[in-house]
């Protein structure tokens, strides 16, 4: 039941993020023709705007805290460029952000601690990936006698993951990959079979591996998701 939802999320986010996508090209094709008001594309192709859109992509994948942040940041600064905002309010709203951001690490903390355990040296134990990476990154090696993928999200950040010590799980295994000016690196064993389905926009993502080996077709690691200036490469060893 777990794959099936995370299957289903991932479905859904690429869905939602083809319709933005769609959506974005009619507005520009909109005003390139004239069609659009310049006030009003002013407002609808902002970086702000670039934020809310991806916050809203966001929501439809299972990490939703960050995607939370994104709207509240890009609401802010989008609002801030129509109205003008009250100095009290942007005092308060800053503030207000950062102790969100903590309560949202700290609940999220909670949740992973069973789960999830650090073992030594930037080693982890754990039969699912869960990264999130923004303005930063880490570089690890994960133990597990049965892999089943996960999800990496990598905003100007990004991570090093080793599954070489790694066994994928019999059947189909997804990575849902979200990658914005930021991406990952994955070092897998040679033996796997990885399928690379990922949209592309100014990014992507290089399968850089040196076969060795009969391939295990009865286990599939899927690399699925979305790359804007962004990605990342599979390698089979550590250089």
Known sequence: ???????????????????VVITAGVLWLLRNSGMLDDSVSQIIFSWPMILIAFGFIGLFSKQKEFPVIMLLVGGFFLYSNIYDIPFEF?????????????IMITLKATKIIGPKKKIKGGERSNDRLDETHVFGGSEFTLHSKNFQGGEITAVFGGAKINLLECELAEGEHEIDLTAVFGGFSLIVPSTWQIKVDITNIFGGVADKRISSGAIDE?????????????GGEIKSSLD
Not at 2 to 19: A, N, P, Y
Not at 90 to 102: H, S, T, V
Not at 218 to 230: H, W
């Open 218 to 230: 009865s286990r599939t690691l899927v690399i699925k998701g979305t790359a804007v200036f962004g």
């Open 1 to 19: 039941m777990e794959r099936k939802c995370s299957h289903s999320d991932s479905k859904m986010k690429r869905i939602v993020f083809g319709l």
């Open 90 to 102: 942007r005092k308060m709203f800053w503030p207000a952000l950062i102790i969100l951001i903590g």
